[in-house]
DNA sequence: GGTGAAATCTATTTACG
DNA sequence: CGTAAATAGATTTCACC
């Protein structure tokens, strides 16, 4: 289900990926090309799973979460039934944004957003404290984030 | 500049967070409200910096970056040139998306995307091997990416 | 804060090179 | 793979509650 990606493929997800609510004629405009074929470009490209979704960026602060944590996680065993466990309990936790099996000492490597450190804490000690399979949690909050770019690399 | 969020707020945040490029009418329709205060209530958001932006979801294999790595680095020294030279540096640097200062033993937790780990590799060495301000890096490779969900959790 | 209708702009389709 | 014109649909403005 994968697709070639041409150059002006490419143009199209760099514009896509900073302004997802550009109109299609504006784009087609800047690579100067008509509108049809841009239209047709995306839709295809949408269709094959290019483009997965288009999402506005909410500001967290305004939702009240201000407290941005990288945590460690290591497992009891590592089967696939402890596993399959912690990464379905791990989908359902809204608080947990990613979630990524890494190499090294630990198992998991989670990112957690909560309101405060008392918010997050709670969430440590109920939600994940609750799960069996894991051994051990190590934290690291994140004092800044210097910057978060939702834009993939685009080389031409 | 902030901005208090009332519950309809919240739920058009919630649907935009989902789909970037629905009609406003439509979210104005599930929400059973008409499009002119539903839109108004968008460009104050827009304006004020709650929204702060929309996006494409492009699908990473597609640009054929397929390596995720989350890196540990530790300057040789706690000074803000130091500080500010690795983090304009890593501004700067493409293929890295996240960059945040952490409590603990290290300084930065930083999320690099790559083609392959021959070119994580040489991103490290000629890349990052070139600041001076850096005095080590600890590389875990992502093994496999269980989930990345692009929402924040709404609760109204 | 809200409505509904009119005007304007954008997306999509169709026909064709 | 491209263009251009016509239709269908969305956004935005307006007068008003």
Redesign the interface.
């Known amino acids: 289900m ?2 070639r ?1 041409d150059a002006k493929d ?1 143009s199209i ?1 760099a514009i ?6 550009i109109a299609i004629a504006e784009i087609a405009n800047k690579l100067n090309m008509s509108d049809t074929p841009c239209l047709r470009r995306i839709r295809k ?1 949408e269709q094959n ?15 009240d ?1 201000n407290v ?1 944590v ?1 945590a460690f996680v290591r497992l009891k065993e590592n089967s696939a039934h402890f596993a399959n466990q912690f ?1 379905q309990a ?2 359902d936790l ?11 000492a ?1 198992d ?2 989670i990112k957690i ?1 909560a309101k405060d450190l008392a918010d997050y804490e709670s969430f440590v000690k109920q939600r994940l404290g609750e799960l069996k399979c894991i051994a051990s949690i190590e934290s ?15 080389r031409n």
Do not use: N, W
Not at 16 to 21: E, V
Not at 49 to 63: C, E, N, Q, R, T
């Open positions: 994968s697709h990606c490419l997800l896509l990926q900073q302004h997802g609510r490209m799973g290019v483009i997965k979704g288009y999402g506005a960026d909410v500001d967290p602060s305004a939702l979460l941005t990288y990464e791990a989908t809204e608080q947990i944004l990613e979630c990524s099996v890494i190499s090294g630990h998991y490597l957003i690291s909050v994140v004092l800044k984030q210097t910057f978060s770019k939702k834009q993939l690399p685009i």
